[in-house]
């Protein structure tokens, strides 16, 4: 099994910025994908990020492009999300994922999650 552990939420005014950690254990595979979604009250879950396990390859969904990065570390076997420019859109639990293979924006498609992380933006 694979534990995911995301951490880094919390309460940021509107503009600035929050960086979340998502960091993997147990048992971990060589060529996973990793990916970045969120979920807002009243909402569907939505594709925020996603990266391929050599960081070549990532995808953004067009609301958060140019104001989020993903990034990773696989010594550490960590995703990173960095966020800026934090709008009031953005407040939402945002869960860490993992496939084995290559990224996709398709929440489905991913095999282990994380518990999520609260990000709640202030106006």
């Known amino acids: 099994q694979v534990q995911l552990v995301e951490s880094g939420g919390g309460l940021v005014q509107a503009g600035g910025s929050l960086r979340l950690s998502c960091a993997a254990s147990g048992r971990t595979f060589s060529n996973y994908a990793m990916g970045w979604f969120r979920q807002a009250p009243g909402k569907e879950r939505e594709f925020v990020t996603a990266i391929s396990w050599s960081g070549s390859i990532t995808y953004y969904a067009d609301s958060v492009k140019g104001r989020f990065t993903i990034s990773r570390e696989n010594a550490k076997n960590t995703v990173y999300l960095q966020m800026n420019s934090l709008q009031p859109e953005d407040p939402a639990v945002y869960y860490c994922?993992?496939?084995?293979?290559?990224?996709?924006?398709?929440?489905?498609?991913?095999?282990?999650w994380g518990q999520g992380t609260q990000v709640t933006v202030s106006s």
């Open positions: 994922a993992l496939r084995r293979g290559a990224p996709t924006h398709v929440g489905d498609t991913y095999d282990y």
